[in-house]
């Protein structure tokens, strides 16, 4: 299998900052209309209307469904992780607040390098992005050590959430390892994304109801949350994502994936009204200078060789 991938270029680096400020976004609009529909509820109802775009996008192009040879079989591993990836971050909204569940989602690029430093000999880890992921790995500490400190937090509540966040950030991680590590690497990306769609969709839907949470109180902004992730979130920017798995080395697409959880907390605190913990803000800054190091180790290192 090919494995060359092209460096990070304008168009990458524009189509990650572009990605970044919508899926802190999400967690923001979840968080929001969460009285009126249960996350995990809304994730699956978007995943079902977005593989329904995805599923006519594929016939217009083409007018049949191909399935790759082979695919299938971690096509169904990746959907299983990343409804669970999205049960979790369902959860975790529930618990915690939203600058924290996107802070400890976007960890998901220090999992995915550690994944891909051990199957991929193009990917392994240089001592610098083991220094980052020391970083974000005490910024993780700090974070856990007092999760709220506002008068009237549940600090059990909060800390229950913030692991779930964490775990959610480690399955995404992990999927992308699958996506780069299989045949799903070289498949159409919608091919990909239809796969976790689906799974989605039938998981989070069925977790929904199973855990009581299928109530919905129908309002303008609710149907405004499910047009914005079922078309922009779920199907526009998870197609770009594959797409960019596909051309460029999935441990510089991280370069700027910092800017996400920058963006999540700054929104949470503007449009949610969310309290920003001084200890909080430590283990984020740590986090992100941690996950930065570990994305942008290589173009740093031929900065330096360069200069020498």
């Known amino acids: 299998m090919n494995d060359e991938r092209k460096p990070l270029d304008a168009l990458a680096v524009g189509a990650m900052l572009i990605l970044c400020l919508i899926w802190s976004l999400q967690q923001i609009v979840l968080k929001a209309t969460s009285g009126d529909m249960a996350p995990v509820l809304q994730i699956g109802l978007r995943s079902g209307a977005a593989a329904v775009l995805v599923t ?8 049949r469904l191909a399935i790759s040879a082979g695919a299938w079989k971690p096509g ?8 669970a990836e999205y049960l979790l971050v369902g959860e975790s ?3 915690t607040s939203a600058a924290h569940v996107v802070v400890f989602l976007y960890t998901a690029p220090v999992f995915a390098a550690l994944g891909l430093h051990l199957l991929l000999p193009a990917e392994r880890l240089a001592w610098g992005q ?8 005490a910024g993780i500490a700090v974070a856990f050590l007092r999760p709220g400190e506002s008068a009237g937090d549940d600090v059990s509540r909060m800390l229950l959430g913030d692991m779930m966040a ?3 950030g480690a399955l995404w991680g992990l999927t992308t390892v699958v996506i780069r590590c299989t045949r799903l690497s070289v498949t159409p990306p919608s091919e990909a994304l239809l796969y976790q ?7 989070l839907v069925s977790a929904a109801f199973l855990m009581g949470q299928a109530q919905v109180r129908w309002t303008g902004a609710l149907a405004a949350s499910l047009l914005f992730q079922s078309v922009i979130v779920a199907f526009l920017s998870f197609l770009v994502w594959f797409w960019l798995l596909r ?13 996400t959880p920058l963006f999540g907390v700054l929104l949470g605190a503007f449009l949610l009204q969310e309290a920003i913990e001084p200890r909080f803000v430590m283990g984020a800054i740590l986090v992100l200078c941690g996950i930065t190091l570990v994305s942008t180790y290589g173009w740093l290192h031929q900065w330096l060789t360069r200069q020498r």
């Open 56 to 63: 006519l996008m594929v016939l217009l192009r083409s007018r």
């Open 76 to 83: 169904l591993l990746a959907g299983l992780l990343f409804a």
């Open 93 to 95: 909204l529930r618990l």
């Open 130 to 137: 083991w220094l980052g992921i020391g970083l974000a790995a």
């Open 166 to 168: 964490l775990g959610a």
């Open 197 to 203: 769609l689906l799974s989605a969709f039938v998981l």
């Open 247 to 259: 051309h460029y080395q999935a441990s510089r697409l991280g370069v700027f994936s910092f800017a």
